[in-house]
Nanobody, 119 residues
Framework: QVQLVESGGGLVQPGGSLRLSCAASGMIFSIFGMGWYRQAPGKQREFVAS???????NYADSVKGRFTISRDDAKNTVYLQMNNLKPEDTAVYYC?????????????WGQGTQVTVSS
């Protein structure tokens, strides 16, 4: 049974920083592509960042230059370092794992962690 557990969310002032973590279990972590998505109240879920098993990264334009995604395969964990946070970053942040070796691609989601940016 695949499980993804996010942590590290909280309340922070504009311009501040947070680091989110996503701990995975029940799978061969090193072969999965990992990503972060977010959803604000009343809005659709949107892509934030991703990192492949080969360490290729992608970012949404809205976070490029401020957020950094990374992974530690020895700890089965993916991270999202968020700097210079803005009120519009407020959302529930979700971790996703993709197994591209399967057809169709097999995906799993975590339960999310709340990030609130406010003065």
């Amino acid at each position: 049974q695949v499980q993804l557990v996010e942590s590290g969310g909280g309340l922070v002032q504009p311009g501040g920083s947070l680091r989110l973590s996503c701990a995975a279990s029940g799978m061969i972590f090193s072969i999965f592509g990992m990503g972060w998505y977010r959803q604000a109240p009343g809005k659709q879920r949107e892509f934030v960042a991703s990192i492949s098993s080969g360490l290729t990264t992608n970012y949404a334009d809205s976070v490029k230059g401020r957020f950094t995604i990374s992974r530690d395969d020895a700890k089965n964990t993916v991270y999202l370092q968020m700097n210079n946070l803005k009120p519009e970053d407020t959302a529930v942040y979700y971790c996703r794992a993709d197994n591209s070796r399967r057809t169709p691609v097999q995906s799993f989601w975590g339960q999310g962690t709340q990030v609130t940016v406010s003065s």
